[in-house]
């Protein structure tokens, strides 16, 4: 796991950057009356993004409800909020969807919020048990099936809301082919911080955000037994929330 995006670590002081009222505030150069009318171009009266001729009614964006990040299958707040279509049929889906002579036995299917990884064990070569040779197998499986693999990920996208990425694996080699690496963000305290920057100056990492990475996944290892019992309580609590009423 290797973020691309390096998390800011400088967070801004209480009340930097943020209004304090709808349409009255500090008035500064270019903001006030006489800038381009009222309140200036866009801004309300004093200055602030909020009133008359700006982000209210006949203003940029108004008081409406606000449009959702992320397309249609957007999560507002944690799992807790989700709306993103139930996964937990999504190991049967591809199990009868995928070709049967692709994989030996069913695939492994991980879930997240983001991403369906799906991995499966290939045959193994005849006579042939060395790292080239699985390794040319993987590489073969993946040019032989590229199209078909597309299309089985546009289905199972438009039925889980979720990208969905593939790997493949023979003996001791496993391989992910293109799968997301999602920018997390977090502000770190200086104790915190201290501790990814001893990771970097030790040559663990290259950067703090590979730190991290590295953090989580060492979390991840040793700890493996109580996420996955964690995250079966969650699947039960979704699919208890799922049978309820609508609202």
Do not use: C
């Not at 590489?139 to 597309?150: L, P, W």
């Not at 999602?182 to 100056?201: E, F, S």
């Amino acid at each position: 796991m290797h973020p691309h995006d390096n998390p800011s670590d400088a967070a801004p002081e209480d009340g930097a950057g943020r209004g304090r009222g709808r349409g009255r505030g500090r008035r500064g150069p270019g903001f006030g009356p006489g800038s381009g009318g009222p309140g200036g171009p866009g801004f309300g009266p004093g200055g602030m993004p909020f009133g008359p001729g700006g982000m209210g009614p006949g203003g940029m964006g108004g008081p409406g409800p606000r449009g959702r990040r992320g397309g249609p299958f957007a999560r507002p707040g944690g799992w807790q909020q989700a709306d993103l279509p139930a996964a937990d049929d999504a190991t049967a889906w591809f199990v009868g969807r995928l070709p049967g002579d692709w994989f030996v036995g069913a695939p492994t299917i991980t879930v997240d919020r983001e991403e369906i990884l799906v991995v499966g064990e290939l045959p193994p070569v005849d006579g042939e048990d060395s790292a080239a040779a699985a390794e040319g197998r993987i590489a073969r499986f993946r040019e032989q099936t590229r199209s078909e693999r597309m299309a089985i990920a546009e289905a199972a996208q438009a039925r889980y809301g979720r990208k969905v990425s593939w790997g493949a694996s023979l003996g001791d080699r496993r391989e992910l082919f293109a799968h997301l690496a999602v920018p997390v963000m977090t502000r770190l305290r200086q104790p915190q911080r201290q501790v990814l920057d001893t990771l970097v100056d030790a040559g663990v990492a290259r950067s703090r955000s590979e730190a991290l990475a590295w953090a989580v996944s060492l979390v991840g290892q040793h700890t493996e037994a109580w996420l996955a019992e964690l995250r079966e309580k969650m699947a039960e609590v979704d699919k208890l929330r799922a049978q309820g009423p609508a609202l």
